[in-house]
């Protein structure tokens, strides 16, 4: 395909640089968000649908009502309405909403809006953050779930210490408690995700000619990758960055009472 048609090569950077090296690595992308890897010889498509499928394992079930909030290319947004769940998604991308557009049609609910500003004069059974909650302030995040929900669902790496680059997971948790919200799950998935990470750094060097051409990138832009990639890495294995599965209600005796099936 000439790099001039390329239908992610006007993508925000760095995602349009995800997207270059899974199409020509998979064959295809489907989803632009971590995987959960559980040996070496795991591909990043399989750990990509696990964590998907981790997701799914935590929703209430269909039809449940539920707003995807950051639909990356409908993926999920697409199993979620075949496996029979009321879901729409939302994101403020309209460059996403177009290739979402195209790749499914009329065969997922998208809206044009940020999370902040949302007010669909209705409610959802869950909201859910699969690698969207990093991208806004955590008090208007629960400021604007406890109009919509009494259920968060978030997939997502925070900061477990104080340094810079993305939430930090105790105010994020504070700004949940002061909207009403209790945690009552938490996973650790950290050792699990940085692989990702380390698949697309093995590859910046091995693609550079390619994304400088196909994406009018400056070679300065793949450095900034290729920095950011080790600092994460680095920042994972010292214990600063950190990646969980969490799950807040504002009606915890209800959700116990429910996930213990009694």
């Known amino acids: ?19 270059h090296i899974l199409t020509h690595e998979e064959g295809g992308v489907s989803y632009l968000h971590y995987g959960l890897f559980e040996n070496e ?15 799914f394992s935590r929703l209430p079930p269909a039809p449940a009502s539920l707003l995807e909030v950051g639909i990356g290319l409908g993926t999920t947004l697409r199993r979620l309405t075949e496996a029979g769940y009321e879901v729409e998604g939302i994101t403020p991308d309209e460059k996403q909403i177009a290739m979402v557009n195209e790749r499914y049609g009329d065969a997922v ?6 999370f902040e500003t949302f007010s669909p004069d209705r409610t959802y059974d869950a909201v859910l ?8 302030d955590s008090e208007a995040l629960f400021a604007r779930a406890a109009t919509l ?8 790496e925070f900061a477990l210490q104080p340094v810079e680059g993305l939430h930090r997971l105790d105010g994020f948790l504070d700004a949940a408690s002061r ?10 998935l950290s050792s699990r ?9 093995d590859r910046f060097a091995r693609y550079r000619a390619r994304l400088e051409s196909d994406l009018s990138l400056a070679p300065a832009e793949i450095d900034d990758l290729v920095t ?10 010292e214990g600063e960055y950190g990646y969980r599965l969490l799950q807040l209600t504002t009606t915890p005796a209800v959700w116990r009472t429910r996930s213990s099936g009694t």
């Open 1 to 19: 395909m000439p790099p001039a048609s390329l239908p992610y090569r006007d993508f925000y950077y760095p995602l349009n640089v995800f997207m």
């Open 41 to 55: 010889d795991d591909s990043i498509g399989q750990a990509q649908e696990r964590s998907t499928d981790l997701l």
């Open 109 to 114: 609910r998208i809206r044009c809006a940020p």
């Open 129 to 136: 953050f699969q690698e969207s909650s990093q991208y806004i």
């Open 149 to 156: 929900t009494s259920h968060v669902i978030v997939l997502d």
């Open 179 to 188: 909207h009403g919200f209790e945690l009552v799950e938490e996973l650790d």
């Open 193 to 201: 995700v940085t692989p990702s990470v380390q698949y697309f750094l």
């Open 228 to 237: 950011s990639g080790e600092t994460y890495l680095r920042r994972y294995r």
